[in-house]
């Protein structure tokens, strides 16, 4: 069995993220899922600025939201992010969004990210050294 890997945290809905109506506009959720990856990285010892400084980047490759309810203006949501292991040369997540104060879910989510070269942009088809070694220490490998 996998070792679970989660990371949650918590952002405070801007004013600049809603609309006239205090809505927060739906591209925005997809930035909380970022948000999220982030942190993930900064807890897990996987971040985006460890990773180009091994010669890699991560780019997103696909991404899914389904939206259960809406976040307003002055709400706090937090992010739940979950790695999700895989064979493949790719960082996978899922994600759950819940309202702060109410703990309703208010979206869930899902993305996938491939490691390329980050001189020739050659997609890797293995997972790179430091990333098999992350899996071991993490108990997925």
Same mark, same amino acid.
């Given at each position: ?10 952002? @405070? ?31 897990? @010892? ?16 696909? *991404? ?29 997540? @899922? ?10 879910? *208010?979206?869930?989510? @899902?993305?996938?990210? *491939? ?27």
């Amino acid at each position: 069995m996998h070792k679970k890997l989660i990371c949650r945290t918590e952002i @405070s809905i801007r004013f600049n993220e809603a609309d006239p109506l205090g809505i927060v506009w739906h591209g925005h959720y997809i930035r909380y899922f970022e948000d999220g990856r982030e942190a993930f990285g900064k807890e897990h @010892s996987l971040s985006y600025l460890d990773v180009f400084k091994l010669g890699y980047v991560i780019p997103v490759v696909s *991404v899914a939201c389904d939206f259960k309810k809406s976040l307003r203006y002055g709400d706090t949501v937090i992010v739940e992010t979950r790695f999700i292991p895989c064979e493949a040369a790719k960082l996978k997540f @899922s994600y759950r969004l819940f309202n702060a104060a109410t703990g309703d879910l *208010v979206a869930t989510g @899902s993305s996938v990210q *491939v490691f390329l070269d980050k001189e020739e942009s050659l997609l890797q088809l293995s997972n790179p050294p430091f990333f098999e070694a992350w899996k071991k220490k993490q108990g997925l490998a």
